[in-house]
Each structure stands twice: as structure tokens, then as C-alpha cells.
């Protein structure tokens, strides 16, 4: 097993601030728009020609700006005269299969993961991505406070990957992934590898990240020279996909998500 050298952990900047005319805290504020999106009202993009168009008001008055900070906690917020509210606590664990993305809607017409749901899911979101040609472990969630949790890099929610790449790989360039690639310009670095088998033809290993960067796992090993030909998340943090079959989903009670992240922020 290989492991990465230990490194500070990245943190997202801070949103800049706009002045708020409401009496809510500032510290629990979002834009208007990321509101919207956060109670299940709208996406984010219905939810900026919704406040555009007059359709939104806070605590009784329209807001026709998306930057606008609320707080979708103690703010009434209405979307064409309806309170917009949290929905209720609810998180999946779903086997992604091949061929679908993650994404609510799809400008190309190609299958999406709510489409795995009955009704679309409407109030869940994504926890991260996984892309077109990956399968396994994806949670989708109600919580948007948990969601952002566990994305944020600061966190260091680890993401196991078994992964097949064409071609044979040493423990040399397995430490390589280990001390950091660099690939178009931008860093890159494992937190563990295990090569399990590897030859000629083909190696199999295991991966970890700690951050959810965009086809992290493919771009680390094209650093190295390696086509990845199959790539599957079994593990994020501490939930585990198990024998739960492509396309199939199940319910993550509280507590078993509690069980999982400790110091996520969750409902009581």
C-alpha cells in the first residue's frame, strides 16, 4: 500500500457578502437563487428567471436580486405565492450505472440519475459526481447542509476506487501517483494506492482521494500514461456499496449516515 505524503488540507474561500436588509444572521446566509435551490423549490437556474421575472418574494416583499442573502433556515421565502420549505430528511445510497450522469437535467436528452427515481426525486441532490463512464457509490441526499459537508475538501472524505488501466503498473508509478502529478497544468495527488494484480495487458488497483475533483482518477493515471478501461467507487467515507446491484438504490437512516461521518452536520 502506497500513501501519500500528508499535506495541509484545502479549504473553499469565503462567498463575499452582500448587505442584507433582513434581520437573519449573516452567518447562515446564502444568495437568494442557492436558496431556492437548497429548499427543493427550483433549480438553480429556474431559480434565477423565477427571481427575475418578480416571481419570489422574502418576508413579504418581491427580490429581484439572485445575490440577495437569505437565510433558508429563518427567511420566508414564497415561489409564485407557495412558502418554499425543507423537505424532509431523506438520503440514498444508489449503484450508478454506466451510460448515466449526474446531473438533474441534460441538455443532450442522455439518461440522468434522478431518472432512477420514481417521479425524477425531485427534492434530492447529488453528493459530488460521478462521470458518464463510471459506476458505483452515489448518495444523493435532501439535506443541502449535509451535501456541502461532505464535498468540501477541508473534510477529507475519502473515495475508494478500483480501477483496471491497460498496460503494467509498478509500485514506482504508484508511488508517483502518491507524491502528486501535475495534469494540464493543475495538481493531483492519491491520499493511497494498493496495486492488486498488474501485467503486461493490464493492472488492477485501488485508489483513495480525499477531494471530489472532476475525473480525478482517470486524469491521474493518463499523468502516468495509463488508459483507465474501467473504473468503479465502491466506498465513500464510511458507507460501503456492497452487493447492492447497477441501477438499484436503498434508504441511509440517520443513523447509519452518523455512523458513517461523525462530525457531519446532521439533523437530530
Known sequence: MIRAPKMPRQTRPPSALRRRTSPSDVLDCVPLARALSKLGAASRAEAHRAIADGRVRVNGRVERHADHLVSPERDRIDLDGIRARRPTWRALLLHKPRGVITTRRDPQGRRTVFDLFPAGAP?????????LATTGLLVLTTDTRLADWLTDPAH???RTYVVTVRGELDTAA??????GLVHRGEPLRAARVDVRKASRRESHATVVLTEGRNREVRRLFEALGHEVTALARVQFGGLALGRLAPGAWREITREEMRAAFPSAPLPR
Open 123 to 131: 427534492s434530492l441532490v447529488a453528493v459530488g459526481r460521478l462521470d
Open 156 to 158: 477529507g472524505v475519502e
Open 174 to 179: 504508484a508511488a508517483r501517483l502518491c507524491d
